[in-house]
């Protein structure tokens, strides 16, 4: 390609050919950004990327597609408009961004992308602690109340051990 960015060793170049092994296969979050030679908008958020590009090496891949040139993949990911930039994750489009944007939107949706996703396994087990907590305070206070309450020991046991019974 043409433009001086996509020959910026940080921004890799993408077509048809190495588009799946580039961002899909990869382990690093993606930033594509679909462009094209004659479009000012594109020339404009360029060195923005380029920027990134350098800046976030260790933790972002920013990528080009020139829309002429690769108009299945455009087709594809139903690309309108240019710029647009669209962000992966794990082989994944995440985000997406169409027009220009500001350095600081970039990043912060690059920051976002980055952050660690909690599995369905994480949210159940938190979910289950947390009731399993909340249940307990519920009943150290009914065996607080069962103290301070009249009643025969017999009586008293019975009271909590349906408590007890009703968290197994």
Do not use: H
Not at 63 to 74: E, F, P, R, T
Not at 143 to 164: A, I, Y
């Amino acid at each position: 390609m043409e433009n001086s960015t996509v020959n910026n060793s940080t921004v890799i170049s993408l077509d048809e050919s190495n588009f799946d092994r580039e961002v899909n296969q990869g382990d690093k979050p993606v930033i594509v950004d679909f462009w094209a030679e004659w479009c000012g908008p594109c020339k404009m958020i360029a060195p923005v990327l380029d920027e990134i590009a350098r800046e976030k090496a260790d933790s972002v891949k920013v990528a080009k597609v020139n829309v002429d040139q690769n108009q299945s993949l455009s087709l594809k990911y139903n690309i309108r408009a240019i710029p647009a930039l669209l962000f992966f994750k794990g082989g994944q489009l995440r985000d997406q961004v169409t027009g220009v944007a500001s350095k600081k939107d970039l990043v912060s949706r690059i920051d976002a992308l980055g952050k660690k996703t909690p599995s369905v396994n994480d949210l159940s087990s938190r979910l289950k602690f947390s009731l399993l907590a909340e249940r307990r305070c519920e009943l150290q206070e009914a065996f607080s109340n069962l103290r301070r309450r009249p009643g025969s020991k017999t009586e008293n046991k019975r009271r909590l051990e349906l408590g007890l019974d009703a968290i197994k």
